[in-house]
């Protein structure tokens, strides 16, 4: 892959843009496993854009969209997919750190041909793209995606606005946590202009709740334990305790790091034999170093990783590690105030 081509910044430069310059012709948008807004609005606010300009375009990845997202313009077209299918000129992954998330597809769509363009903005993005646009300071591909189709001087439909906002809303807490910049702003303004429509966008991810829901939340907040220091809260869930569509429906670990005290928070969430872990950090901390110590990873205040084993096994081993974080983090030992 030496001669891949690297990017890392806000606007594309050519070689991001030479993909897409071609008069029609082939893509596929890969998702990778679990795939959320960033994932979903990018892709398809891409394919979407693509389409208009006579390409012929499939949507997939390892598992199909969830059922929370199914208000996303085009999303239906989304397939969850075994097998890529016919040639291809280009394949495009967003929000994707690592090929190995896409459970084999990329190296099918290798096979199947044209270029591998990575557009994300993890910072331990393996650049495993023919052409790698990494911009660690966008909040959300979201913001890349609508640089690339300004680049292009493609016009914003309605729907890939709406796409797009979608993908940088959720990215960023509805525009609340610190990777939102002047940019964010600027660029959700344009997608309004464009058609998006917050408070419609806000109402189908916020205040779409299954009737059963709340009784649900409450038994999973009764289980919300804090560190003595108060720095540290986490959720432990067994398996069953909770229906797996609530689960994913909800984003859990926001009422841990909602404790004002709290500087880290995770979600631990057995499945089988593994235990998947979310951490959300306040700035203290870079909680991707802890998921990359498990082999996961994520961004400073959001990341991610699986353990094998059950509950019993991994819950002390992570809060050891977010302990050891903490004690590390300037003022990380201080009682709070
Ligand atoms: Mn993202």
């Given at each position: 892959?030496?001669?891949?081509?690297?990017?890392?910044?806000?606007?594309?430069?050519?070689?991001?843009?030479?993909?897409?310059?071609?008069?029609?012709?082939?893509?596929?948008?890969?998702?990778?496993?679990?795939?959320?807004?960033?994932?979903?609005?990018?892709l398809l606010a891409l394919g979407q854009?693509?389409?208009?300009?006579?390409?012929?375009?499939?949507?997939?990845?390892?598992?199909?969209?969830?059922?929370?997202?199914?208000?996303?313009?085009?999303?239906?077209?989304?397939?969850?997919?075994?097998?890529?299918?016919?040639?291809?000129?280009?394949?495009?992954?967003?929000?994707?750190?690592?090929?190995?998330?896409?459970?084999?597809?990329?190296?099918?769509?290798?096979?199947?041909?044209?270029?591998?363009?990575?557009?994300?903005?993890?910072?331990?993005?393996?650049?495993?793209?023919?052409?790698?646009?990494?911009?660690?300071?966008?909040?959300?591909?979201?913001?890349?995606?609508?640089?690339?189709?300004?680049?292009?001087?493609?016009?914003?439909?309605?729907?890939?606005?709406?796409?797009?906002?979608?993908?940088?809303?959720?990215?960023?807490?509805?525009?609340?946590?610190?990777?939102?910049?002047?940019?964010?702003?600027?660029?959700?303004?344009?997608?309004?202009?464009?058609?998006?429509?917050?408070?419609?966008?806000?109402?189908?991810?916020?205040?779409?709740?299954?009737?059963?829901?709340?009784?649900?939340?409450?038994?999973?907040?009764?289980?919300?334990?804090?560190?003595?220091?108060?720095?540290?809260?986490?959720?432990?869930?067994?398996?069953?305790?909770?229906?797996?569509?609530?689960?994913?429906?909800?984003?859990?670990?926001?009422?841990?790091?909602?404790?004002?005290?709290?500087?880290?928070?995770?979600?631990?969430?057995?499945?089988?034999?593994?235990?998947?872990?979310?951490?959300?950090?306040?700035?203290?901390?870079?909680?991707?170093?802890?998921?990359?110590?498990?082999?996961?990873?994520?961004?400073?205040?959001?990341?991610?990783?699986?353990?094998?084993?059950?509950?019993?096994e991994a819950t002390p081993r992570v809060?050891?590690?977010?302990?050891?974080?903490?004690?590390?983090?300037?003022?990380?030992?201080?009682?709070?105030?």
């Amino acid at each position: 892959m030496s001669a891949a081509v690297e990017h890392r910044g806000p606007a594309p430069t050519p070689a991001v843009l030479a993909p897409f310059a071609r008069a029609g012709g082939r893509a596929l948008m890969l998702g990778h496993v679990h795939p959320d807004a960033d994932v979903l609005g990018t892709l398809l606010a891409l394919g979407q854009a693509l389409e208009t300009r006579d390409w012929r375009v499939t949507y997939g990845g390892p598992h199909a969209a969830p059922a929370a997202l199914g208000f996303l313009p085009g999303v239906d077209r989304y397939r969850a997919c075994a097998a890529i299918e016919g040639a291809l000129d280009v394949t495009v992954l967003t929000d994707c750190p690592n090929p190995q998330r896409t459970e084999g597809l990329i190296d099918q769509a290798r096979r199947a041909g044209g270029l591998v363009v990575n557009i994300d903005h993890h910072p331990d993005n393996r650049r495993y793209g023919d052409v790698n646009w990494i911009d660690v300071s966008a909040s959300a591909t979201g913001e890349m995606v609508y640089e690339l189709l300004l680049a292009l001087g493609w016009p914003l439909t309605p729907a890939i606005a709406t796409n797009l906002f979608t993908a940088i809303h959720t990215d960023t807490g509805s525009f609340r946590y610190s990777n939102v910049t002047e940019r964010t702003f600027r660029i959700a303004a344009a997608l309004v202009a464009a058609g998006a429509r917050p408070a419609l966008v806000s109402e189908w991810l916020y205040e779409r709740r299954a009737p059963d829901a709340l009784a649900w939340l409450g038994e999973a907040l009764r289980r919300v334990e804090l560190s003595d220091d108060g720095r540290l809260a986490w959720l432990a869930l067994p398996a069953g305790a909770l229906p797996e569509r609530f689960i994913e429906s909800e984003e859990l670990v926001n009422y841990p790091r909602s404790v004002v005290s709290v500087r880290v928070a995770c979600l631990l969430r057995e499945q089988g034999d593994a235990v998947k872990v979310s951490l959300r950090a306040k700035g203290d901390v870079d909680v991707q170093r802890i998921a990359a110590q498990f082999g996961g990873g994520g961004h400073a205040n959001a990341a991610g990783c699986t353990l094998a084993g059950g509950l019993g096994e991994a819950t002390p081993r992570v809060l050891a590690a977010v302990r050891a974080a903490l004690a590390a983090a300037p003022g990380g030992g201080r009682p709070v105030p």
